[in-house]
Antibody
Framework: DVQVLESGGDLVQPGGSLRLSCAAS????????MSWVRQAPGKGLEWVSS????????YYVDSVKGRFTISRDNSKNTLYLQMNSLRVEDTAFYYC????????????????WGQGTLVTVSS | DIQMTQSPSSVSASVGGRVTITCRAS??????LAWYQHKPGKAPKLLIY???SLQGGVPSRFSGSGSGTYFTLTISSLQPEDFATYYC?????????FGQGTKVEIK
C-alpha cells in the first residue's frame, strides 16, 4: 500500500525554524513529484510547494518564497520542508502528498496524502 | 494566479439525495481539474482527476464534468459517509490553487 507519513511539526516562536519530513513507502518514490499542502485552523486547503521527481524543479506559493525550501532524498524515500522565518500565519496542519498518475500519465493532482503534522507558530 | 471559486459554500441534503457543487476558474484550464473529499482529522481523498475521470476505488455515485472555466461535481445518491467538505483544485499551472471548499451537511 502507498503510504506517506509526515513528522516534525511542533510549537515554535515567530521567526523560528522547523524542518518537516515525509517518509514514503509502497511506491517508487523517485518516479513521482511530491508536494506540501497546508490547512490553517478553520480554513481551506492551500498548496505550499512541489518538487519534481528527481528534484531538479521546485515551486512555491508566493507567501513562503524565500522562507521555505522543499527538498527530497530519493535514496531515503523522504521529502522535506525546511521552514525558516516562521510567521503566525504559517500555523497549520501540513500534509505531504504524492502526485497522481494513471495509465502512464500524470495529472498534477495529489492522489495519496498523509495524516498531516501540526505546526504552531506562537509566542 | 488562477482563482478557483466554488459554490455553494455549504449545502444540506438528505441521505439518498443528489448534490451538485460548482467550481469556476478565473481563466481557462482545459480539463486540468481535480476534486477532493476531506473529513476532519483525516487525509484528503482524491475523487476525480482530469475533470471527469474517477479515481480508482471511488464509488460511481461521484461524477465530474466540465472544461475551460466551469466544472461540476455531482453526488448522485448521498450516503452517510459522504458528509464532508469538498474542494476543487486546478492543475493547469503553478501556483496550484484550491477552491474555498463546500461543506455537505446532513439535512
Amino acid at each position: 500500500d502507498v503510504q506517506v507519513l509526515e513528522s516534525g511539526g511542533d510549537l515554535v516562536q515567530p521567526g523560528g525554524s522547523l524542518r518537516l519530513s515525509c517518509a514514503a513507502s509502497g511506491f517508487t518514490f523517485s518516479s513521482y513529484a511530491m508536494s506540501w499542502v497546508r490547512q490553517a485552523p478553520g480554513k481551506g486547503l492551500e498548496w505550499v510547494s512541489s518538487i519534481s521527481a528527481i528534484g531538479a524543479s521546485t515551486y512555491y506559493v508566493d507567501s513562503v518564497k524565500g522562507r521555505f525550501t522543499i527538498s527530497r532524498d530519493n535514496s531515503k524515500n523522504t521529502l522535506y520542508l525546511q521552514m525558516n522565518s516562521l510567521r503566525v500565519e504559517d500555523t497549520a496542519f501540513y500534509y505531504c502528498a504524492k502526485e497522481g498518475c494513471s495509465g502512464g500519465s500524470c495529472y498534477k493532482t495529489f492522489d495519496n496524502w498523509g495524516q498531516g503534522t501540526l505546526v504552531t507558530v506562537s509566542s | 494566479d488562477i482563482q478557483m471559486t466554488q459554490s455553494p459554500s455549504s449545502v444540506s441534503a438528505s441521505v439518498g439525495g443528489r448534490v451538485t457543487i460548482t467550481c469556476r476558474a478565473s481563466q481557462g484550464i482545459g480539463t486540468w481539474l481535480a476534486w477532493y473529499q476531506h473529513k476532519p482529522g483525516k487525509a484528503p481523498k482524491l475523487l476525480i482527476y482530469a475533470a471527469s475521470s474517477l479515481q480508482g476505488g471511488v464509488p460511481s455515485r461521484f461524477s465530474g464534468s466540465g472544461s475551460g472555466t466551469y466544472f461540476t461535481l455531482t453526488i448522485s445518491s448521498l450516503q452517510p459517509e459522504d458528509f464532508a467538505t469538498y474542494y476543487c483544485q486546478q492543475a493547469n499551472s503553478f501556483p496550484r490553487t484550491f477552491g474555498q471548499g463546500t461543506k455537505v451537511e446532513i439535512k
